[in-house]
């Protein structure tokens, strides 16, 4: 029998004992939920990811897509089998407006039940993953009629989405895209420039592809300043094929069931106006652009973050049950050469790298949720202020939530691979794809090195550091439960605490000398402190709700915590140390030396 595709039962600690996210029921927005309707969405979850998702995850990483002479693109069936099950499911109009044919989950509930997909196939989920942050843009800044015309059929499954934002010359720099719209008299815009790395950019799982572009309309300012946002399909009502080509795929070590393109727009190739450019519709106001896609941007951050956590628990999972059947050594004692071999789970060095993992993924998991629950928190919450204060502490765990789980939950499918030994590295185990999926994940929605700039560069330091010191605030009251318990948790507070401390006297000191490239020059350090201390605050969260509790899953999320805090949190103060003494070695490194 394969392992589980994820822990249902983490779930429900983290969901409901935790997070309490039935108490949402109670809110107009949720009033027709309850646990019920939210265990039967982890229901049909489970079993969809294991029966659709799951059967053919080797077979898409094994069968590439193709382009065809033609233009076209071949998967394997499969794929569209799994996406109309999914789309049949309602589960791409899940979190949305009863109106809009959604069942209004809230956004904690969906991203558990998305997480049963990631874990099961990366790839294919990769498509509604799209499809559902681009609804959710044009929801917020679209027409009535993009609404209606557009996301309503990518709600139904019929059409999917993408983001297309970067260009072969341009990379993360978004200032510096050439892709350009001008109006074209009649309300559109003509789109020509290329566009590359386009996850799902084009393929014939659906009947429409709606690609949100960045581009520079005539008369915007320079750089970032200038780029508006277009709703390009690849059919315009009525049929016509628009002018969106797809010149090559892309073949990524990962994810190889995701269509990865480059599209040229406005080439001529189907020009069905008989003028240059695709036929774009703009989306909210002209120059606008960047600030409306970092809805879309941002919701896909923390989707990726729980998208490298799945993968890091699916993982963690398979290597625990191998740990635990296969058979290799013997106890560690007299010397017994006729002794039978123990399961390498009883060796202490495998339980390490278990527990590594243990501790990576299930203290991630913790995090996506709780940044998912802030969403709905931001959208339903009683008064202004709870809803101001919720999206405050949202930007500045994004960057976190993005980058901690893609840095550390693919350490733990390194692990996995680890714990399998010989058969870890070979392609008949599903540990060596999840590392090779997940690699990606570093890279998805801004690399370390940009999430690190902006956390420190803006969230940490905007409108007097206001979101900081809310976090920090919010961590302190933490403490102060877990200081008022006995034994090991009030230990644990006290030394969190002394990290807790440093993380805001580091920041100021980063910023005191008033040098914008000596503060940002160590930012990925800084990154992965903060991100640190976040995680070890979100353990000490799970603690004070195990409290006293007994049984194998309440040991189990001591025995994570306990290795966190030993093995994990130590490490942050040579961080802060280099940190600190603001160090200049990267910023000295002359190009020529290397």
Request: glycine share 10%.
């Amino acid at each position: 029998m394969p392992a589980p595709i994820l822990s249902r039962r983490d779930l429900e600690f983290l969901l409901y004992e935790w997070l309490d996210v039935t108490a949402l029921c109670a809110r107009e927005r949720f009033a027709e939920h309850s646990r019920e309707t939210f265990d039967a969405v982890l229901d049909l979850s489970a079993d969809l990811a294991a029966a659709r998702f799951r059967s053919h995850n080797k077979k898409s990483d094994a069968t590439e897509p193709v382009m065809h002479p033609d233009g076209t693109v071949v998967l394997i069936d499969d794929i569209k089998k799994a996406l109309d099950d999914f789309a049949a499911a309602g589960m791409i109009a899940g979190q949305f407006d009863e109106d809009l044919g959604g069942s209004q989950l809230p956004v904690t509930i969906a991203r558990a039940s998305l997480a049963w997909f990631q874990a099961a196939n990366a790839a294919t989920t990769s498509y509604p993953f799209l499809t559902i942050a681009n609804a959710n843009l044009l929801v917020e800044y679209g027409t009535e009629e993009q609404i209606e015309t557009y996301v309503r059929p990518m709600l139904a499954g019929r059409y999917s989405g993408t983001m297309c934002l970067s260009e072969p010359q341009a990379g993360s720099s978004l200032a510096d895209i050439t892709t350009t719209a001008r109006p074209a008299g009649d309300g559109t815009y003509r789109v020509t420039g290329t566009k590359m790395w386009i996850s799902g950019g084009d393929h014939e799982l659906t009947e429409n592809i709606v690609h949100l572009v960045l581009a520079k309309i005539p008369g915007g300012g320079p750089g970032v300043e200038g780029i508006s946002l277009l709703l390009v399909p690849k059919y315009l009502p009525g049929g016509a094929r628009n002018d969106v080509a797809l010149v090559g795929l892309n073949h990524k070590m990962g994810n190889r069931g995701t269509t990865n393109t480059l599209l040229n727009f406005g080439e001529g190739r189907y020009s069905p106006t008989g003028e240059p450019g695709a036929v774009g519709y703009l989306v909210g106001r002209e120059h606008r652009g960047l600030s409306y896609m970092f809805h879309m941007m941002n919701e896909a951050r923390i989707g990726v973050g729980a998208l490298a956590t799945a993968l890091g628990y699916t993982g963690y999972l398979q290597s625990v049950d191998y740990a635990r059947t296969r058979t290799q050594g013997r106890a560690l004692g007299p010397r017994n050469p006729g002794a039978a071999p123990v399961a390498l789970i009883e060796h202490a060095d495998v339980k390490r790298m278990l527990l590594a993992q243990k501790s990576y993924v299930q203290g991630a998991l913790a995090l996506v949720l709780y940044c998912s629950q802030l969403v709905d928190e931001q959208k339903t919450a009683a008064d202004p202020e709870s809803a101001a204060r919720a999206q405050l502490l949202l930007e500045v765990l994004t960057p976190i939530a993005k980058s901690w789980p893609s840095q550390w939950c693919l350490l733990a499918n390194s692990l996995a691979i680890q714990v399998h030994g010989g058969y870890g590295y070979t392609r008949e185990y599903d540990v060596e794809q999840f590392y090779r999926d997940n690699r990606l994940n570093p890279i998805h929605e801004g690399t370390h090195g940009i999430q690190g700039l902006d956390l420190l560069g803006r969230k940490v330091v905007a409108n007097d550091s206001a979101g900081l010191k809310l976090l920090l605030g919010i961590m302190a009251e933490t403490l102060d439960q877990a200081r008022a318990r006995s034994g090991e948790i009030a230990g644990y507070a006290k030394e969190l605490q002394a990290f807790v401390d440093r993380l805001g006297e580091v920041t100021a000191t980063l910023w005191s000398d008033g040098d914008p490239a000596l503060a940002l020059a160590n930012s990925s350090v800084y990154l992965e402190a903060a991100g640190h201390v976040v995680i070890a605050w979100i353990w000490l969260e799970q603690l004070l709700v195990v409290g006293d509790r007994r049984g194998d899953f309440y040991n189990g999320k001591r025995i994570a915590a306990q290795y966190f805090f030993a093995h994990e949190l130590p490490t942050v103060a040579p961080r802060f140390d280099l940190l600190a003494g603001l160090d200049r070695t990267t910023l000295d490194a002359h190009p020529d030396w290397f």
